[in-house]
């Protein structure tokens, strides 16, 4: 079966750090790969999708960058982080293909202080 | 781009009473993605609708597509504790879902 695995659960950097967000799925081949972002008691925000490796589709100017260095790897990243930058990231995976909808990892709540 | 839309932003009921949520778009829809947050938690897919005027039953809740397909809804009969969390419709555009806001509900014992 697949498994989508998201690390760390919880960060707390300060302004001006660097982040590097890791999520990797397993029990499958070329998935479609997403990066999403919650703020407190908000909806959820697209940030980056991928449909292959070095592949990398943005969805809203910012702070940050994705990348996707093997097939089952997406990493977000930042080089500075803003008190803005603070939240709940989510990564997803989907086949691409039928009615199964997103497949969730369990998140990382980011704080910058 | 497309937009959904939810209401009610926010729902607070008894226990065993029903909830509704309503999603609309301005445009048709290729299909409807249903998804359920636990507080604390992530996204969890419940449920796809693609055929105008679908409707699906999953225990207590249905889920129903528009005839015109620019709406839809998820109806809970006799909620309970565990129904608590929010709930998203999203929208599918090519390779990416796109969510809408939610409508977070409350359940009071």
């Known amino acids: 079966s697949q498994t989508i695995h998201q690390w760390p659960a919880t960060l707390v950097q300060p302004v001006g750090s660097p982040l590097s967000l890791e999520c990797t799925v397993e029990?499958?081949?070329?998935?479609?790969l997403y990066w999403y972002r919650q703020a407190a008691g908000r909806g959820l925000q697209l940030l980056f999708y991928?449909?292959?490796?070095?592949?990398i589709s943005s969805e809203v100017p910012q702070n940050l960058s994705a990348s996707r260095p093997q097939d089952r790897q997406f990493i977000l990243s930042s080089k500075k982080l803003l008190l803005s930058d603070s939240g709940f990231y989510l990564c997803?995976?989907?086949?691409?293909?039928?009615?199964?909808?997103?497949?969730f990892g369990s998140g990382t709540r980011l704080t910058v202080v | 781009g497309q937009q959904v839309m939810q209401i009610p932003q926010y729902q607070h009921v008894q226990e065993g009473e029903d909830f509704t949520t309503y999603c609309n778009s301005s445009?048709?829809?290729?299909?409807i993605q249903w998804y359920k947050q636990r507080p604390g938690g992530h996204p969890v897919f419940l449920i796809q609708?693609?055929?105008?005027?679908e409707v699906k039953k999953q225990k207590r809740l249905t889920f129903q597509f528009g005839e015109a397909k620019k709406n839809s809804s998820l109806h809970i009969t006799a909620t309970q504790t565990t129904d608590v969390g929010t709930y998203f419709c999203?929208?599918?555009?090519?390779?990416?879902?796109?969510f809408g806001p939610g409508t977070s509900l409350s359940v009071i014992p």
């Open positions: 997803a995976w989907s086949s691409g293909r039928g009615p199964y909808g997103y497949t």
């Open positions: 029990g499958t081949s070329n998935p479609n």
């Open positions: 991928s449909v292959g490796i070095g592949q």
């Open positions: 445009t048709t829809l290729s299909n």
């Open positions: 609708l693609v055929k105008s005027g």
């Open positions: 999203a929208e599918t555009s090519y390779d990416k879902v796109i």
